[in-house]
């Protein structure tokens, strides 16, 4: 993934321009931001949902992923929701929402992320405050270049327990002890869910199709109900 360092200030237009240039696959970064020109660039964006945007105390990047990515993205929001309701466990999926407190001046939004454990405490809310409402329990990360690890600082500093990440084999689990996220091989929030069980079926579903790759996870899902 290449990466271009914009030394440009995000109150000119010219920012616009480099984003509407920026090739797929790569990262436009903007240093010394304010808080204020972070917001406004969220609004500036909120009809190019594509691009994914984090913001680290003035340290501003913004990926422009590759088109597998959303394939990959979709296969791990479908096999989740396939996974909460075979288990009968609460779900409330978030898509690729932007997760921001300006008393950290930290943001981030995930290709995509869920609630679970705080399911019920968010239901019916159309926009929650990370300053009162919790955050999500789980943020995805689907990641070939490593670049999402340059974010768990900002995840763990809005409290998201446990970080998924997939790099197009290999799917990665990650939960948070105190201020730093270590790797574990299961997930705390789904009983008998394995790293190799989402990686597995996001192989199968390259060459057999979503269809049939989740019907085989739910299938192997049943074997290992509690």
């Not at 939004?109 to 159309?126: L, M, Q, S, W």
Request: net charge negative.
């Amino acid at each position: 993934m290449a990466i271009y360092n914009a030394f440009m200030s995000t109150r000119s237009v010219d920012y616009l321009e480099a984003i509407d240039h920026l090739p797929e696959g790569t990262i436009l970064i903007f240093p010394e931001v304010s808080w204020e020109q972070y917001e406004g660039l969220l609004e500036d964006l909120v009809n190019r949902p594509g691009l994914r945007v984090s913001y680290d105390d003035g340290r501003l990047e913004i990926v422009s992923p590759l088109p597998e990515l959303e394939d990959y993205k979709r296969f791990v929001s479908h096999a989740v929701r396939a996974l909460s309701d075979e288990l009968g466990i609460e779900l409330e999926p978030r898509g690729s929402a932007t997760w921001k407190r300006r008393t950290f001046r930290k943001g981030a939004e995930p290709d995509t992320c869920f609630y679970v454990a705080n399911a019920h405490r968010i239901i019916g809310k159309p926009k929650i405050d990370l300053e009162s409402d919790p955050p999500p329990d789980i943020g995805v990360e689907i990641d070939m270049t490593n670049e999402s690890l340059s974010k768990f600082p900002i995840y763990a500093a809005l409290g998201v327990p446990d970080i998924w990440r997939y790099d197009g084999k290999r799917f990665q689990m990650y939960q948070l002890e105190g201020d730093t996220y270590t790797e574990t091989g299961a997930s705390r929030f789904f009983p008998n869910l394995s790293c190799p069980m989402l990686a597995n079926a996001l192989e199968l579903s390259k060459t057999q199709g979503h269809t049939q790759a989740l019907r085989k996870f739910r299938q192997e899902i049943r074997v290992l109900r509690p």
